[in-house]
């Protein structure tokens, strides 16, 4: 099987059960995310490791597993047992990579470096995926930045494949141009759009949910969350690897998958937050 064909059908398998989790919510929501996230830690530690470094799997693995949770128990909006388990594993971070140097480890600050950075842009910044969802008609608004930054890709694709010319990052996604970018902002808004529309003919008038809201959206999300992709691509030119793993059949692995969700989440609870429910 090809690997397009290996794409469309996990997709197909992949979306259904997506859409499920986020309109349940809840705890089977969290899961969903866990499912991505947890595997997408240790391949961040795997990364890293390829390329000499020695962070610690167990806090970056741990620690995004307890900040989702903390989340989670918090109510999935507010952040008291979020901030405290952060300020926990910082701290167990640095003595467990003190103990490191003192067992001869000689780059073990760097090492720390990399476990912090694993913690808190997977955990704390991957967790306002579950603050996002528990915003009023946080179910809408998630299917509203998911599916855009998902559509963003796909126009950056074929724009790119049929338009694109100048290149946008030559060192760190040297297949990715000017052209694809601006075309993924072009999805972006029209899903948006799209999307606003048929979401009011249900909803009615009243709705923050409309469609010059959810086309503002997906124009930050095609603006921005390119660079939760050369972000990982970053880490991936380090270890010399094409993928961060095999875990989804065409699509690499979870970190591949979750590395504009990152950036999707956090922007756009804020974004929304900011614009309709302060």
């Known amino acids: 099987m090809s690997s397009f064909a290996q794409r469309i059908l996990a997709a197909i398998i992949l979306i ?85 140097f003192e067992r001869g480890r000689e780059q073990a600050a760097v090492d ?33 930045v998911l599916p855009s930054v998902w559509l963003v890709d796909s126009g950056a694709y074929f724009f ?21 970018y601006f075309g993924g902002i072009v999805f972006g808004i029209g899903f948006g759009w799209l999307f606003g529309l048929v979401w009011q003919l249900g909803a009615g008038p009243g709705s923050a949910v409309t469609a010059p809201a959810s086309a503002l959206v997906g124009l930050v999300m095609g603006v921005l969350t390119v660079f939760g992709d050369l972000g990982e691509s970053m880490i991936k030119r380090l270890a010399h690897a094409k993928d961060s793993g095999a875990l989804i059949p065409g699509h690499g692995g979870a970190f591949d998958r979750i590395d504009s969700w990152l950036w999707a989440g956090v922007i756009s609870y804020y974004l929304i937050s900011w614009l309709w429910y302060r």
């Open 160 to 180: 790119g494949k049929r338009f694109g010319r100048r290149l946008l990052s030559p060192r760190l996604s040297p297949k990715k141009t000017w052209e694809g």
């Open 16 to 100: 259904p059960i997506g859409m499920f989790t986020i309109h349940v919510g809840g705890w089977l929501y969290l899961l969903m995310l866990l499912v991505f996230f947890i595997p997408a830690a240790w391949e961040y530690v795997q990364l890293f490791q390829a390329s000499g470094h020695k962070p610690s799997a167990i806090l970056v693995v741990g620690g995004v597993t307890l900040l989702f949770v903390a989340r989670a128990w918090d109510g999935f909006n507010q952040a008291n047992t979020s901030l405290v388990t952060l300020n926990l594993l910082i701290l167990l971070a640095m003595a467990f990579h003190l103990v490191e």
């Open 112 to 144: 720390f470096g990399i476990t912090i950075a694993g913690i808190a842009y997977l955990g704390w910044i991957g967790s306002y995926l579950l603050s996002l969802r528990f915003l009023p008609s946080g179910e809408w608004w998630v299917y509203a």
